[in-house]
Nanobody
């Protein structure tokens, strides 16, 4: 199982980014994909996930971030709009074999490397 997150960068407050998570080595269609972030000195936070039966957003990103997936390309995306300085973190994607997804990191078995998102003027 391999997960490759990309698309991070430096953006001004109010700006947008789209993160990608390219997956390989498992049946992408049937697995939950989750997005997490970790800011310096803070715990890893589960911010969104997409599974066969549900989609989840943390309150901190609800209404601003949108998760999507292209099963034909084995790729998941996280569209981030209205970015704030507090969104600055390393963002990770992960996969889980559970039927329903959540923001609990313990649910996820495999993790990609992170991509840095910095929101600053």
């Amino acid at each position: 199982v391999q997960l490759q997150a990309s698309g991070g960068g430096l953006v001004q407050p109010g700006g947008s980014l789209r993160l990608s998570c390219a997956a390989s080595g498992f049946n992408f269609d049937y697995y939950v994909i989750g997005w997490f972030r970790q800011a310096p000195g803070k715990e890893r936070e589960g911010i969104s996930c997409s599974g066969r039966y549900n989609t989840y957003y943390a309150d901190s990103v609800k209404g601003r971030f949108t998760i999507s997936r292209d099963n034909a390309k084995n790729t998941a995306y996280l569209r981030m709009n209205g970015l704030k300085p507090e969104d600055t973190a390393v963002y990770y994607c992960a996969t889980s074999g559970y039927n329903y997804c959540s923001g609990r990191a313990s649910q996820y078995d495999h993790w990609g490397q992170g991509t840095q998102v910095t929101v600053s003027s």
